[in-house]
């Protein structure tokens, strides 16, 4: 558990003490302090993770696997696949080439877990509309077991269910680059998903040999990822967003890797051998899943390409207790941006007297945060989630095993703007943007964002000298 900060009282630990006590009680009184009485109770709408629905398919999907290979459900070996030389003659044909599509299943957990964790959306399409992304975990989870059907039975069935995943991956990405080419909305990326795949499946119905790729299939699983790609691109010149397109070409590098190893993988090469625990197959199993990996990089890269985020900083000078700093910094929000009032909910226990505090009556939707030290107080916002921390720098004082006080500032800041606070180690604080404040000698502060953004700071000046204060150690 991480010590208590630098500056937290009593108070603090009592309410931290507290946190978990009688949650959903705290939760409903919270919700009633702050006027938010209608609407859905959030404790009876909250949907699980993304994980849960990605860890939920591939259970299911690989149990079932294991069930048709056992009762032999997918049919009698057809020798589907055996152009990619292992074989054996155990229940399991191609066992390297079975198992190491175990990579599709950890790759979409790993979206999965990354989409459901603070950030891991980005700012873009994912953001908003975050579906999109378990969405986007299951599919690619499902190329495991998929494959793995083919790989461990050589079954007509299995191949059909193979080449039918690698339609899903390659439907997405393509109906994904296209909906947000042109504007469009779920609706229109769910109708192009499902007219690809119906596509994909009638060029498979071609079942001459074709020169290199072998099946008409992998001719349009081909076609439509290199459309994808090419849509991404147009996406990025557009201009109306920024992609990290560092993501797209390592996508593109690793895939072709991928199809170079796959080429060396076939039944009379110079590189195969059929009982070797090397299977270039099985390398293109595992370089597939960190192109999908690297392609969901790819979307939760982007942001908007509009006038960057502005984050509003103030400084209040103000002697008195922590109660005169809070009433003052909440003065000034209310001042500054119209508001009602500003009350606090804190999304864990329900608790009104702390957690995150919310802006009353604000005319746009707006993120705020606060912070005091002594004789000072702080107050950020933003259109972004956004947090600010400031501490007195005092000679003799640290942050104990977490550093400086600026270092300790940061982290605040950084845990604020999250929302998690001290439930998270500030000595592994979340990975988002930040900067310092340029404060008189003798304090230090921070101020973080959700999104890279811009800082207008107003620092005002005191009313008169600080109160002198004595020099202590944070732990």
């Not at 259109?383 to 550093?403: F, K, S």
């Amino acid at each position: 558990m991480a010590r208590a900060g630098p500056g937290q009282g009593a108070e603090d630990r009592a309410a931290q003490a507290d946190l978990h006590r009688r949650p959903h009680a705290r939760l409903r009184a919270g919700r009633r302090a702050l006027g938010l009485t209608h609407g859905p109770d959030p404790l009876n709408v909250r949907q699980p993770p993304p994980v849960f629905w990605a860890g939920a398919v591939a259970f299911l999907s690989l149990g079932l696997l294991a069930l048709a290979v056992g009762y032999g459900w997918l049919g009698p070996d057809v020798d589907r696949g055996a152009d990619f030389c292992e074989t054996t003659d155990g229940l399991v044909r191609q066992p390297v080439n079975t198992f190491s599509n175990l990579g599709f299943v950890a790759a979409g957990l790993l979206i999965a877990w990354r989409a459901g964790s603070p950030g891991g959306l980005g700012t873009g399409t994912m953001a908003r509309h975050p579906g999109l992304a378990t969405a986007y975990s299951c599919v690619v989870v499902l190329l495991g077991p998929a494959s793995m059907a083919m790989h461990a039975t050589e079954s007509e069935v299995g191949g059909h269910l193979d080449m039918a995943s690698m339609y899903l991956i390659a439907a997405f990405a393509f109906a994904y680059a296209a909906m947000r080419r042109w504007g469009r909305g779920p609706g229109f990326l769910v109708a192009l998903f499902v007219g690809v795949i119906v596509l994909c499946e009638l060029v498979g119905l071609y079942d001459a040999t074709v020169p290199v790729v072998t099946y008409a299939g992998n001719v349009a699983f081909a076609v439509f990822l290199v459309a994808a790609l090419a849509l991404e691109r147009r996406v990025a010149r557009a201009g109306e967003v920024v992609l990290d397109t560092r993501w797209a070409w390592a996508a593109v590098a690793v895939i072709a890797v991928a199809f170079a190893v796959w080429n060396t993988a076939k039944t009379g090469s110079s590189w195969c051998d059929p009982d070797s625990l090397y299977q270039g197959h099985a390398v293109w199993h595992l370089l597939g899943a960190v192109s999908a990996w690297c392609l969901y990089r790819l979307y939760v890269s982007e942001r908007p390409a509009a006038a960057p985020v502005t984050v509003h900083v103030a400084a209040v000078w103000v002697a008195g207790d922590r109660a005169a700093q809070r009433g003052a910094a909440e003065a000034k929000l209310v001042e500054e941006l119209g508001l009602s009032g500003v009350a606090r909910l804190c999304p864990r226990c329900g608790s009104a007297s702390h957690g995150r505090p919310q802006a009353l009556g604000a005319a746009d939707a707006v993120h705020v945060s606060i912070a005091y030290a002594e004789g000072l107080a702080l107050v950020a916002w933003s259109d972004q989630p956004v947090g600010v921390d400031v501490e007195r720098d005092l000679p003799g004082r640290d942050a104990g095993d977490y550093g400086d006080l600026p270092a300790w500032t940061r982290a605040e800041a950084l845990l604020k703007t999250s929302g998690e606070g001290l439930s998270r180690d500030p000595g592994d604080p979340p990975d988002l943007w930040s900067a310092p404040l340029d404060l008189p000698a003798g304090w230090a502060g921070a101020v973080a964002c959700a999104v890279e953004a811009e800082v207008s700071w107003r620092p005002g000046a005191p009313a008169g000298p600080p109160r002198p204060a004595t020099p202590r150690t944070g732990r």
